[in-house]
């Protein structure tokens, strides 16, 4: 059983008929939320057509969420699919950080920076 499969009720910013979503219980910046799917698969691969397609609608709520309260310059939409891709929980979820201006002092490359050396080109 997921870590995320004990995620109270009260915590949850919203549920839906795939996902659900909370604040990032360890946040890269204010206003990080995780989107969770409801059945424990194991990354974005093993989603059917279905779930990916209310996915990218929830990315966007998150958004419109992270925006009620803050005002981000920006965002990362993450999620790593696998042990190699540095996935530690083995349970789908969507990482939508927002960013802000000022956060690292050169944002250039975002997620190319998963690997040394590679963010920069």
Known sequence: MSIFSKISEDK???SGKFFFMIYDRY???PGHILIIS???KSDYF???KEEQSELTSLINLAKEIIEKDRKPNGFNIGMNCGAAAGQTVMHFHCHVIP????DMDDPRGGIR???????YY
């Open 12 to 14: 949850k910013i919203y």
């Open 27 to 29: 946040p890269v910046s």
């Open 38 to 40: 409801n059945e424990e």
């Open 46 to 48: 093993s989603l059917n």
């Open 99 to 102: 960013r802000y201006k000022g």
């Open 113 to 119: 920076h998963c690997i040394k050396g590679k963010g």
